[in-house]
């Protein structure tokens, strides 16, 4: 067997591409480019000085606008909340108003028929 | 290369870069062994190397003004290749690796080859890292000098050193343990 240095050297022996190889890479050369990806595109479009110039306050823009978004929604969510909890307060206070001027209303109607009674018994009493 | 073929190819760059496709067609020609094997040996599928090659060239046709002579073409063409193939291989992958045979044969005659072994070989540098693999076939294939392939890869020349060692001395313990002891 031959030292391995000479097997190394057979196996890496140069090959010929297949036939008509200059001419295929001469006819890539004559073919119109591909049309660009949606990627290429666009990263074509953020490489034009005037495009980053305007991207940069663009996204600036975008992210003030999006922070005072984000805090009007919590300022209106907040208010809703303290909204609900004086309403329920409310709520809470009629009932217990309404409670009150019911046991008042018993007491005036109990008060009237023991009142009642007592005179029925005088009469028949007389 | 002697120095008629050496005039030639400088001629051959100077009627490319007034955009004579001739001239370019001429210097694909002239090297166009050597890169398609380079992409060949490494990625070991046909197709794939033919593609690489074409991409070679086509990126060389685009880069022809900052090319200034024969010895800068062929060591651009070595470094592009060696780039592109280790690229294609980390973006997608090994392609599924044919044999060799299937490849046309240069029309030199050859020594009396034993496939087998050939074959095992092919398997064991298939399994040394990318940089090492690429590092013996400039060295096998080019025939380059240490320092060459240093700068063909971009790598310090030591660790071009140390890769070789390293890549032999795995190849032979592999070898001989398939082979039942025998040394190589």
Same mark, same amino acid.
């Given at each position: %067997? +031959? ?9 890496? +022996?140069? +090959? ?59 300022? %209106? ?10 309403? %329920? ?26 009142? +009642? ?10 | ?184």
């Amino acid at each position: %067997m +031959k030292p391995l240095d000479d097997e190394l050297r057979n196996l890496f +022996k140069r +090959k010929e591409p297949p036939v008509g190889f200059a001419g295929r890479v001469l006819a890539r050369l004559e073919a119109p480019p591909a049309p660009p990806t949606l990627t290429e595109r666009l990263s074509a479009l953020f490489r034009r000085p005037v495009v980053r110039w305007v991207a940069v306050p663009v996204a600036c823009a975008l992210v003030a606008l999006g922070v005072v978004r984000y805090q009007h929604q919590q300022r %209106m969510r907040v208010q809703a909340e303290q909204a609900s909890r004086e309403a %329920m307060l409310a709520l809470q206070i009629t009932n217990e108003e309404l409670s009150t001027a019911l046991e008042r209303a018993q007491r005036v109607t109990v008060r009237a028929l023991e009142v +009642k009674n007592n005179q029925s018994e005088k009469r028949s009493d007389l | 290369m002697s120095k008629a073929p050496e005039q030639a190819m400088e001629e051959s760059l100077a009627r490319c870069t007034r955009g004579d496709r001739a001239a370019f067609a001429e210097i694909v020609r002239a090297h166009q062994s050597m890169v398609y094997s380079l992409a060949l040996h490494f990625l070991r599928n046909p197709s794939t190397a033919e593609d690489v090659a074409q991409d070679v060239f086509l990126k060389l046709y685009r880069d022809l003004p900052s090319i200034k002579s024969g010895a800068h073409l062929r060591f651009w063409l070595r470094k592009v290749t060696c780039h592109r193939s280790i690229d294609h291989v980390r973006r997608r992958g090994p392609d599924g690796m044919l044999s060799l045979d299937d490849v046309p044969e240069p029309a030199a005659a050859e020594r009396a080859r034993d496939p087998l072994l050939e074959e095992k070989l092919w398997r064991l540098v298939a399994t040394l890292p990318e940089k090492s693999r690429m590092v013996l076939i400039l060295r096998y294939q080019e025939d380059l000098q240490l320092r060459e392939i240093a700068e063909v890869m971009g790598i310090p020349i030591n660790t071009v050193k140390s890769s070789i060692e390293r890549a032999l001395e795995v190849l032979r313990g592999k070898l001989a343990r398939s082979m039942g002891g025998v040394k190589v």
